[in-house]
């Protein structure tokens, strides 16, 4: 998935403990960064309930001047998000959800 076009890196990260599963390329000190995005998530679950008529969280999306850092649900058992850094424009976010959307289900077909 590293290589989809404006992507520039990605992870899949545990949502409960932020240990990282497996990451590919990504920023200096991209270990950290994957290991942290996962606050944004943790936020928003703190927070549902004033975000509960806007529906089901589909994605974390934070816009830095160094590309787009987006968080998105990739499985609920294990609860898995799949964390990716990508540049700011080049990149089919819709196509890169159906891949963690299949990527999801891989996962819990492995398991």
Known sequence: MSGHPGILGCALV???TGLVWHSCSGAPNAERVWEAAIDYWRLHD?????FAGLGTLGAA???HTGGVLAVFPCCS???VLLVCHGQHRNVDWIAWQRMVRELGRMIRASG
Do not use: E, L, S
């Open 61 to 63: 999306v934070m816009y």
């Open 14 to 16: 545990d949502a409960n």
């Open 46 to 50: 703190r927070q549902k309930v004033h």
């Open 77 to 79: 058992d294990p609860d």
